[in-house]
C-alpha cells in the first residue's frame, strides 16, 4: 500500500490512475477535497479494491495517524498543496497553512509511522516531497537552467512556501534520518488539469468564446512538462532513488506563455473549427513578482535512475486539447461559482 495526498487534485489524479494501470498495489488517497479537487475524476475507480480514499486535511496529525494505523502504508508521495501563484498573491496564509503546516504535520506523522515499522519496513520505506522548480526563483534569458545545486530564491508566497516545505522535508532525512526525497519539476499540463492554469484556461476560454488574457508582453518562458511524463519520474525515484537527494523533473520544452497560447489557437482551430481564437487574445496587466523563466536540467535524473520525458511539447499538447474537447461535462462541472468568481477576481480588475 501507498499513500497518496491531494490524489483528486491534477498531479496527484494522474499519478493514480497511472499507478492502478501498471501496478497491482493498493493506494489511498488522501484529501480534503478543497476548490481545486474533484473526485469525480477517479470515479473510475469506485468499485477498485485496490483504491481507498480518506477525506483528510494533512494539518490534522491525529486524522493523519489514524491513516497510517489503518493502512500501514510502506511509502508516502506528497501532492497536497495550494499551487495557484496568484491564489497565493491574494491570500498568502492559506499557502503557509497547507504547504508549510501541513507538510510539517504530515512528516512528523509519517516519521511516527516509520520508527513503529519493523527494521525492514523502515528500511524500505520512502517519503516523496513533490515540489516545483518556482523555488530557485527566476532565470534570465541566458543563465543555465536550473539543477540540483542551484539556490533558492523564492518570489511569491506560493514559491516561499513550497521553498519551506522542501526544507522541512530534507531536515527530516538529515535530523532524523527518514528515508525522505524531494522532486521539483517544472510546469505541468495535460488531462484533468483545473482551469486556473494557463493551458487549460486558454482552451476552456477560446471555446467559450471568451478572452485569452495574457499577462504582461507575453514573453515568461516555461519550461513545459507533460503530466505523465512527471508522474513516471516519480515513480521512477519512488522505485529507485537516494534517500536524501533532490531530482529535478522537466520536459526539455522551453516556451514563452504567448507561443503557447498561439499554438492552442491553431489546434483548436483544426479540431473545434468556426472561431477566430486568435482574435480572443488580450493583453491585461501582469502579476507582482511575476517570474520570467524557468528552465530544469534534469540530466541528474536520467543519468541516476534513466528517466527522460516521452512527450514532446507538441504531442504532449495535442493530447491535452483533444481531451478538454472529449470531456466538455467534466469542464463544466468544475466551473463552479467559486470558479466563476476567482476568474472576476483575478482578470476583471487587469483588463
Known amino acids: 500500500m501507498i499513500l497518496v495526498t491531494g490524489g483528486c487534485g491534477f498531479i496527484g489524479s494522474n499519478f493514480i490512475l497511472d499507478w492502478l494501470a501498471a501496478h497491482d498495489e493498493p493506494v489511498v488517497n488522501v484529501d480534503l477535497l478543497t476548490y481545486a479537487a474533484n473526485p469525480k475524476t477517479l470515479a473510475s475507480l469506485a468499485a477498485d479494491a485496490r483504491y481507498a480514499f480518506e477525506r483528510v486535511d494533512v494539518c490534522d496529525g491525529v486524522a493523519l495517524k489514524a491513516v497510517f494505523a489503518k493502512y500501514q502504508p510502506r511509502a508516502v508521495v506528497h501532492f497536497a498543496a495550494e499551487s495557484h501563484v496568484d491564489r497565493s498573491i491574494h491570500g498568502p496564509m492559506d499557502f503557509v497553512k497547507t504547504n508549510v503546516m501541513g507538510t510539517a504535520t504530515l512528516l512528523e506523522a509519517s516519521r511516527a509511522h516509520w520508527k513503529s515499522l519493523p527494521d525492514a519496513e523502515a528500511k524500505s520505506f520512502r517519503f516523496v516531497h513533490v515540489s516545483t522548480d518556482e523555488v530557485f526563483g527566476s532565470l534570465g534569458a541566458t543563465d543555465p537552467k536550473f539543477n540540483e545545486l542551484s539556490q533558492y530564491q523564492p518570489n511569491s508566497p506560493y514559491s516561499a512556501s513550497k521553498a519551506g516545505s522542501d526544507h522541512l522535508a ?37 471555446l467559450a468564446g471568451k478572452a485569452l488574457p495574457i499577462y504582461g508582453d507575453g514573453q515568461q518562458i516555461r519550461d513545459w512538462l507533460y503530466v505523465g511524463d512527471h508522474c513516471s519520474a516519480i515513480r521512477r525515484v519512488l ?70 520525458p516521452i512527450e514532446n511539447f507538441t504531442t504532449g499538447l495535442e493530447k491535452t486539447v483533444r481531451w478538454y474537447l472529449e470531456n466538455s461535462a467534466w469542464v463544466a462541472d468544475v466551473q463552479s461559482g467559486d470558479y466563476l468568481r476567482w476568474i472576476a477576481q483575478n482578470y476583471g480588475a487587469r483588463a
Not at 523533473?249 to 472561431?275: F, M, Q, R, W, Y
Open 239 to 308: 522505485e529507485a532513488g537516494r534517500p536524501g537527494e533532490l531530482y529535478l523533473i522537466g520536459g526539455d520544452a522551453e516556451k514563452p506563455n504567448i507561443e503557447v497560447v498561439h499554438t492552442i489557437c491553431s489546434l483548436l482551430a483544426t479540431h473545434a473549427p468556426g472561431n477566430d481564437y486568435l482574435t480572443q487574445i488580450t493583453t491585461v496587466t501582469d502579476r507582482p513578482g511575476h517570474d520570467r523563466r524557468y528552465a530544469i536540467d534534469f540530466s541528474k535524473l536520467r543519468r541516476e535512475l534513466g528517466w527522460r
Open 170 to 206: 530534507r531536515a527530516y532525512f538529515h535530523t532524523y534520518g527518514m528515508p525522505v526525497m524531494v522532486t521539483n519539476c517544472s510546469n505541468n499540463y495535460g488531462p484533468r488539469q483545473f482551469p486556473e492554469k494557463l493551458i487549460p484556461l486558454m482552451i476552456v476560454n477560446a
